[in-house]
């Protein structure tokens, strides 16, 4: 079993900056890529960013430039680092990793989210 906790969000006025973190702990052989989802209220679920193991980057077009993704394999933790924040970055975001497991079975799993408002 793997268990994802995120952290980080919370309320910002546009412009500012926000810094999320993932980290995964279980029965993890390896996490082969860390991404970061959003949802917003009335909207679909849509994808931000996301890094491979080997560390590429890939990112929303609504987001380059602004976000940075990146992980510590070390400590099985992801982050995204979010700047010059606008009111329609305002979502709930969630981890999303894949992960080979300790029997070399790959798994998804999804964090519980956290909020992000940016006030204008």
């Known amino acids: 079993q793997v268990q994802l906790v995120e952290s980080g969000g919370g309320l910002v006025q546009a412009g500012g900056s926000l810094s999320l973190s993932c980290a995964a702990s279980?029965?993890?052989?390896?996490?082969?890529?860390m991404g970061w989802y959003r949802q917003a209220p009335g909207k679909q679920r849509e994808f931000v960013a996301v890094?491979?193991?080997?560390?590429?980057?890939n990112y929303a077009d609504s987001v380059k430039g602004r976000f940075t993704i990146s992980r510590d394999n070390a400590k099985n933790t992801g982050y995204l680092q979010m700047n010059s924040l606008k009111p329609e970055d305002t979502a709930v975001y969630y981890c999303n990793v894949e992960v080979l497991t300790t029997t070399f079975t790959p798994r998804n799993y999804w964090g519980q989210g956290t909020q992000v408002t940016v006030s204008s």
């Open positions: 279980g029965t993890i052989f390896k996490i082969n890529h």
């Open positions: 890094i491979t193991s080997g560390g590429s980057t």
